[in-house]
């Protein structure tokens, strides 16, 4: 059986990572709930939507 390793528990690298994902995407992101709600969109939403 092979062993996986644990998740580290500062998740800093991976908001670091999402955050230059969202600012250089020229493609409309976001991240909803499920009710509905944003939770993050990118900057291509307010020049796209004004």
Known sequence: M???PDAPADHSLDRQAL???FEIMPS???IARLDG???RINSEFWR???
């Open 28 to 30: 409309m992101l976001c």
């Open 2 to 4: 092979s062993s996986v």
């Open 19 to 21: 955050d230059i994902f």
């Open 37 to 39: 709600h944003f939770v």
């Open 48 to 50: 796209s939507l004004g």
